[in-house]
């Protein structure tokens, strides 16, 4: 069972419009359990949409199309796929209805081109539209790839998958073993040597399969099993997630698709009530607006401070002037004085600081990405540490902000 | 002239991620008069991007493709397209002694796979990536269609096909007439009142074009003019950007691809001597680091406030209990002694503040999305202003800040 997708649209083929549809059809397909294997994207133009499309019917099961079904004269998908198949259009009577109320109701004319949208290829199955005019449908074929048409616009295109498509899909392809999957989230650890470490895994990977990732600061890992049911599948995963955790564990901070490392520490700290504060410079403010994207902070961040000039430091902080002439700004003196000061103003549990050099300039003759974290704790002396980073200058900050989170995460880990 | 776009990756073929890269370049050949008929889409897999490739070459006569360059067994269209065209992979010194350098600054271990993202096809100029480590290539063959190869990473992409691979392509594909463009940015007004103030000018668009592209918090017109010089061209341009001032001139900040409200605004205080501070509760620090990802700020930004609990507003700022109290956390007078405090502390010129309710939930009786920002001008009494915004918790804390740029590019502006 083989499945590809065509988007139809000149907006998207000039790229005016992202197209987000694909990826969606994908995502529930994978799912789904159904596999694909070409995406592709073209113009509103009969001729190469029909190139398109006998190339897909060649090569696929299943030809799943969204867009151009709408009443204006570039939508030509459903007359060309039509055509390909050898069928007429025929009329959905409720679209029908729905398109001859709304215009009644809104006292605009009706137009013929506007009837267009309630049509669909003869011997098809028709997929109602609940937030739009224009029908989908899917049409199995006796001999050849089974054809699926959806609407352009998301906000009709993705109550139609789900309602009206995938259960269709569900039920013409079903299959025998249930797919569970699970990603697994890590940081401080490149792509290349999370798949140094796991090579033998991933080189031999069967059920689970396993996909790494790598984005700007982070780095995931999906598995996906296959099994005869659910329970089954949530083993294999554990197992396999066992033997990933005895080699990477230590960098692994998370799971899911939806998380982030500062979710997971701000969760954390509010289960624990624990409080936290920064004295930020070189990232100036973006560690505490960091944690500020999570709902729920408020009980545990009363706020901060942003310490850019080194008046500052001495200013809001009381960082001794003398620290910062003699041991430099970007120093570990220095670093540890602004978290601990940090913390003490605002008489949290934890207080982060962070200094260095952003770029593109070097500063005090240490060269660009050279940063020190702080870290204060209730009852213990400040700490320090040196990270030496590399990119450019939102790369180094928002990296230096992922060190003090992970920082954070880990001392939790520990204290458990 | 035709091109096709290719994007090569498991991770977007199967959804996890959209691609953005194909409508980028889309959009930026559209601007240099390169067709593009079709964009294709396929896996981190030999065999299926061979048949594309093919394919591909057969009926364009330029194939750009994105992703794939990385250090990992995934990525493998560096080595597919260089089989597919006879040649041997080949390094990049210069891209190699970069890679070295960054292990050896990091203190991590240089694997043999990091080694190949300074290779490129024997014959191809290669593409230098300054944001990444992945070169690229462009490959003009003598007989068949020509290749670009371009990393995934938009962060990468954009900048290396915007500095290296556009100048080449414009050179490899000169045309008679001579294209200039030029981009304006808006905020404070949406797409679609854009639009139609415009309406009749982009109804009747022939030379220059005028493309208009929403994005999240901003508006952009691309305006593209086609002459026979490059000084008719501009002359063009700058005659309907005095025609398009004349409507909309309030809400255009500045121009240009690579800009943003926070550089034109930080680079206009640098420019005056002016400088700034910030107290912010909502948004926690993100307009201050905004800020603070423009190179040179240091010189007008001291650092500020992030007051997130009513105690830190007391403590740090001094806000009277009292005004909290009766007035409101979210209020104009906690706003304005927001303002004027964090501006006195840090004897600046000007101080803004945030206050408001970021949501998901409401606050005092109050809606997510109720904002105030206050603003504090040396020699001048602090003001305050209410907006009203929608969406997610990001898109109000983003916004916010916006906003706040907005108010002191708007001061600057008639303070000319």
Chains 1, 2 share one sequence.
Do not use: C
């Amino acid at each position: 069972m083989q499945a590809e997708i065509i988007a139809v649209g000149t907006e998207i083929l000039l790229g005016q419009v992202v197209d987000t549809n694909s990826a969606f059809i994908a995502r529930e397909l994978a799912e789904a359990g159904i596999e694909v294997y070409y995406h592709s994207l073209v113009g509103d133009n009969a001729d190469r949409l029909t190139a398109v499309l006998e190339r897909a019917r060649s090569r696929s099961d299943l030809v799943i199309i969204s867009g151009g079904l709408g009443p204006t004269k570039d939508d030509l998908t459903k007359q060309t796929v039509a055509q390909l198949l050898g069928v007429k259009l025929v009329e959905d009577e409720v679209a029908m209805a729905k398109i001859q109320h709304h215009f009644a109701v809104t006292g605009r004319k009706l137009t013929p081109n506007n009837r267009l949208q309630a049509l669909y290829p003869a011997g098809s199955q028709s997929l109602k539209n609940t937030t739009g005019m224009a029908v989908g449908a899917f049409y199995q074929s006796p001999n050849g790839a089974d054809m699926m048409l959806l609407p352009g616009p998301p906000s009709e295109l993705e109550p139609m998958f789900l309602k009206e498509a995938l259960p269709r899909l569900k039920q013409a392809y079903q299959r025998q073993e249930y797919l569970v999957s699970r990603v697994l989230r890590f940081f401080g650890i490149g792509e290349s040597q999370l798949v140094t470490e796991l090579g033998d895994l991933i080189a031999n990977q069967t059920n689970p399969t396993i996909a790494p990732y790598a984005k700007e600061t982070e780095v995931t890992l999906r598995l996906t099993a296959s099994a005869e049911n659910e329970a089954a599948g949530e083993r294999l995963l554990d197992d396999m997630i066992a033997t990933i955790k005895d080699r990477v564990g230590d960098y692994l901070y998370g799971y899911g698709d939806d998380n982030t490392l500062a979710q997971v520490v701000v969760n954390e700290l509010i289960a624990r009530h624990l409080t936290i504060t920064a004295a930020e410079s070189l990232t100036a403010g973006e560690f505490q607006s960091t944690l500020g994207d999570v709902p729920g902070v408020s009980a545990i961040f009363p706020g901060g401070f942003v310490t850019y000039a080194n008046e500052a430091k001495h200013a809001l902080l009381g960082v001794p002037e003398k620290t910062i002439a003699e041991q430099g700004v970007v120093s570990e003196a220095t670093a540890k004085e602004m978290a601990e000061r940090s913390r003490q103003k605002l008489d949290t549990d934890f207080g982060l600081s962070f200094t260095g050099v952003a770029g593109p300039d070097a500063l005090e003759g240490q060269p660009a990405g050279t940063v020190w974290v702080g870290l204060a704790q209730r009852g213990q002396a400040p700490r320090a540490q040196l990270i030496r980073l590399a990119g450019t200058r939102a790369k180094i900050r928002e990296r230096t902000v992922m060190t003090g989170l992970d920082w954070i995460r880990r001392i939790l880990r520990d204290k458990k």
